[in-house]
């Protein structure tokens, strides 16, 4: 498939190229000014169908062509990128093509002749930087993987491969960014020659007189070099100069979720609830105050009898956060009855899907569920077969940020949890009380605000993108080969300690934080690292008691199904058991990097579990499985059994 298309899409402009290697667009309108500035992009196409999107043709590709008349035969750049859902052109057809920012139309095959019969429909859509700033960007020079670096004030998108009668907007229509602007075509079409898929490039000029020229041999023309720029590069780490707080500003819907039935009300944890979720508009105020948020607030609240009613939407979405904490102080419904979770999960997802909708320029909302007990209300939360992790497939745009609340480590509601935020891209905060519970929300809404010097250099502004979007493994990458190029910068410090504090790596945050306090002995803030520093080292004691527990209750897990051998064979069980071994060898391989732990007993230990959890895995949907499982159970028991111990002897030996 992407020889094929690569033989196809990198030569997409050149269908009507003259013999001088040009092609002149009819009608395109440069001049035209955009209403509304862009300041961020996202990509061009959406997952949907529990698929994602796979480039299946790179930018800077060589591709040999010899098929196409009026180019010279020769070595072709790929000067955009090909997307297709799921790698598939079957799956790709008739899917949405979306503006990848705010911006104004100024070329569209719905308004003006199509230079490039066959090959579907062009839209061109051109974006302005915010007034006084520019776009930082990386030029394409001739060879895959060589840029260069330059700023402009102007960016032009192009979407190509579009089905003509399906192109919605006309030149010079202002579009926002995340708008549907035109779908794929189908493949019964015999119209188009390319099998259905999305070529995007971004230009920084407008390329109306000379089309994607090519010398003899094969290479760009100089002359078009520098506007070229590489999409997966620019998308993913977007930079405009003198707008930082444009690029830290959230604007993220968020639900909160608040169970309120009976068993909310033991040892007042319902009162401990309410005050964390104070806690959270508190946290929000202060991100408003220093405009890092303009967020919608909405309170639901679920618990009671077995119906849509008592799943009740307590405050609509507001941005009035004063009457967010009224509600979270006076109108929070005394605990009772059932937990009817898997109601108020389709519920808040059906209101938080209609709230999205007609805003294609948000990126995500949250649910934030905060339960202290297991569904006891309609079907399964997770799919039989599912422990507890899921793949990101069903919650589009929707991210569930879930809070155990005094739920025991492994246990079904702690699994329904973990479940609803894997399957979202979001995270599970296990706590134990409202202490544990206030940092949970003070972690959920925090905005990690690297340093920079004032001529940051692009290694700097490349980790510090990914810490303002939250790509924080990327950080962690980019400022760790940083510190070990420049070992006396303190920022360099700095910006991997939050990078490592926000993917929840607390010990190597410590550790570098305290580096930072040496470097910068006369830094302002060191007030406020220390005091970071001590809230870390207390989560990371939280977290690898937490981890412990949950050790022990894969443990007992393990025993419970051993012992099932010897009774009446239960069919749902043993699915649950499948999608365990399934998902733990992973988790073992990661134990010591997951605890921080630099041990390579503990690390052989959790490695010798995994393997034997992942023959397990290969073995359990055999026939024979049950007959052999009581000798192949022996083993995984054992290993864990000693992983348990060498884990709390060295939590007792490090955590003093």
């Not at 962690?476 to 920022?491: F, G, H, Q």
């Not at 052989?604 to 949907?621: C, E, G, H």
Request: charged share 25%; aromatic share 10%.
């Amino acid at each position: 498939m992407k020889n094929l298309i690569g033989s196809f899409c990198i030569i997409v402009f050149f269908a009507v190229v003259s013999i001088h290697g040009q092609t002149k667009l009819s009608g395109i309108r440069c001049d035209l000014e955009p209403v509304r500035r862009a300041e961020s992009f996202k990509m061009p196409v959406l997952p949907t169908g529990g698929k994602s999107w796979q480039v299946t043709n790179d930018f800077g590709n060589q591709v040999t062509n010899k098929d196409v008349p009026g180019l010279p035969a020769g070595v072709w750049q790929h000067t955009g990128v090909d997307y297709l859902l799921g790698g598939s052109s079957a799956a790709s057809q008739n899917q949405p093509v979306y503006a990848a920012a705010n911006g104004i139309v100024i070329f569209s095959t719905k308004s003006n002749t199509n230079p490039l019969p066959g090959r579907g429909g062009l839209v061109i859509i051109r974006h302005l930087a915010p007034r006084g700033s520019k776009f930082v960007a990386a030029a394409y020079n001739g060879r895959a993987g060589n840029y260069e670096k330059f700023q402009t004030e102007e960016i032009y998108t192009y979407y190509l491969h579009l089905d003509e009668d399906k192109i919605l907007v006309k030149t010079g229509d202002n579009v926002d960014g995340g708008a549907q602007i035109a779908s794929l075509y189908d493949s019964k079409n015999k119209k188009y020659v390319y099998v259905p898929h999305l070529h995007f490039e971004i230009w920084s000029v407008c390329s109306g007189a000379e089309l994607n020229g090519y010398e003899p041999d094969g290479t760009l023309k100089k002359s078009l070099k520098k506007p070229i720029i590489d999409p997966i590069s620019f998308l993913s780490n977007v930079k405009i100069t003198g707008s930082a707080e444009n690029a830290e500003t959230a604007e993220i819907p968020t639900m909160f979720l608040l169970d309120v039935s009976g068993s909310m009300e033991d040892n007042d944890k319902i009162t401990q609830a309410k005050n964390s979720g104070l806690d959270a508009i508190g946290e929000m105020q202060e991100n408003r105050r220093r405009g890092r948020d303009n967020s919608n607030v909405s309170i639901w609240t679920f618990g009671g009898e077995c119906n849509s009613r008592d799943v009740r939407e307590i405050l609509p979405f507001t941005k009035n956060l004063t009457q967010a904490e009224t509600t979270f102080r006076l109108r929070i419904p005394k605990p009772s009855g059932l937990t009817p979770l898997y109601t108020a999960i389709n519920l808040t997802v059906e209101r938080m899907s209609n709230y999205l909708a007609p805003r294609p320029d948000l990126p995500e909302g949250w649910i934030i569920v905060l339960s202290d007990g297991e569904n006891t209300c309609g079907e399964q939360i997770r799919p039989r077969g599912v422990y507890s992790q899921g793949s990101r497939i069903i919650y589009q745009k929707i991210r569930f940020l879930t809070i155990g609340f005094d739920v025991s480590a492994g246990s079904q509601a702690e699994r329904d949890l973990q479940y609803l935020s894997s399957v979202s891209g979001g995270r599970y905060f296990p706590a134990a009380n409202q202490k544990q519970l206030s940092r949970s929300f003070e972690k959920l809404f925090r905005v990690y605000q690297p340093k920079a010097p004032a001529n940051a250099n692009a290694d700097f502004e490349r980790g510090n993108q990914a810490i303002r979007s939250r790509n924080f493994e990327t950080a962690i990458v980019v400022w760790s080969e940083y510190v070990k190029a420049n070992p006396a910068d303190a920022l360099g410090f700095y910006n991997l300690a939050l990078a490592c504090e926000a993917a929840g790596f607390y010990k190597r945050a410590v550790e570098n934080y305290k580096i930072y306090l040496i470097l910068a002995a006369d830094a302002s803030d060191l007030a406020d690292v220390r005091l970071r520093i001590a809230k870390l080292e207390e989560d990371y004691r939280v977290q690898v008691t937490y981890y412990l527990n949950l050790l022990r209750s894969d443990l007992e897990y393990l025993k419970a199904y051993y012992k099932r051998l010897f009774e009446v064979k239960n069919n749902e069980r043993a699915a649950e058991f499948a999608g365990f071994v399934a998902e733990k060898g992973s988790f073992y391989r990661n134990l010591a990097k997951i605890l921080e732990i630099r041990s390579s007993r503990i690390e052989r230990n959790a490695n010798d579990l995994a393997d034997s959890l992942d023959y397990l895995n290969r073995r359990v949907a055999s026939p024979s499985f049950d007959r052999d499982a009581v000798s192949l159970l022996t083993m995984p028991i054992d290993y864990l059994e000693q992983l348990i111990k060498r884990v709390e002897e060295h939590n007792t030996q490090n955590l003093k």
